[in-house]
């Protein structure tokens, strides 16, 4: 930890919150550059750039393709499968282009294995994602993914 009678050392190259030293620096750059400084300096600076495009471009870099999708459809649930859907079955991860669904009662994964289900949810996922995301979807037994996404249901009863 720095103490408070340290001097720090600022330069150019360092950004420095001492207002003397700004001053000093901006009196140095009004000498070389005329009383139009600031303009001047700011020609050779980079545009400024949006915070919410720099995020997206370092998203698309970082996060996997299938994360991104597979947390859309996470955030859209209730949308695709509507609110009894929600309480019976949960998107668990993508194998290949095929959603994986664990399904908690036998009646509803009855209802959700029909053609015409299957081929409504693979839309409502793609519409959701943008893109061809998903080209199937297959179903599990509740509980055979136990852990953290049930911890957060059993938190969302209390």
Same mark, same amino acid.
């Given at each position: 930890?720095?103490?408070?009678?340290?001097?720090?050392?600022?330069?150019? $190259?360092?950004?420095?919150?001492?207002?003397?030293?700004?001053?000093?620096?901006?009196?140095?750059?009004?000498?070389?550059?005329?009383?139009?400084?600031?303009?001047?300096?700011?020609?050779?600076?980079?545009?400024? *750039?949006?915070?919410?495009?720099? +995020?997206?471009? +370092?998203?698309?870099?970082?996060?996997?393709?299938?994360?991104?999708?597979?947390? +859309?459809?996470? $955030?859209?649930?209730?949308?695709? *499968?509507?609110?009894?859907? *929600?309480?019976?079955?949960?998107?668990?991860? +993508?194998?290949?282009?095929?959603?994986?669904?664990?399904?908690?009662?036998? @009646?509803?994964? @009855?209802?959700?294995?029909?053609?015409? @289900?299957?081929?409504?949810?693979?839309?409502?996922?793609?519409?959701?994602?943008?893109?061809?995301?998903?080209?199937? *979807?297959?179903?599990?037994?509740?509980?055979?993914?136990?852990?953290?996404?049930?911890?957060?249901?059993?938190?969302?009863?209390?």
């Amino acid at each position: 930890m720095r103490r408070k009678t340290e001097k720090t050392a600022c330069g150019p $190259e360092r950004l420095c919150f001492d207002g003397s030293a700004r001053n000093r620096y901006g009196k140095l750059l009004e000498e070389w550059y005329g009383e139009d400084a600031s303009a001047a300096i700011a020609g050779h600076l980079p545009k400024p *750039v949006s915070l919410a495009d720099t +995020l997206a471009e +370092l998203t698309e870099k970082l996060i996997p393709e299938w994360m991104r999708g597979m947390t +859309l459809i996470r $955030e859209h649930w209730a949308e695709i *499968v509507g609110p009894a859907g *929600v309480k019976r079955a949960d998107p668990v991860r +993508l194998e290949g282009k095929e959603l994986l669904l664990e399904v908690h009662h036998p @009646m509803y994964r @009855m209802a959700f294995d029909t053609p015409r @289900m299957k081929a409504e949810l693979v839309r409502k996922i793609n519409e959701v994602t943008g893109c061809e995301f998903c080209t199937g *979807v297959k179903f599990s037994a509740g509980g055979m993914f136990a852990g953290e996404r049930k911890g957060e249901r059993k938190k969302e009863k209390k």
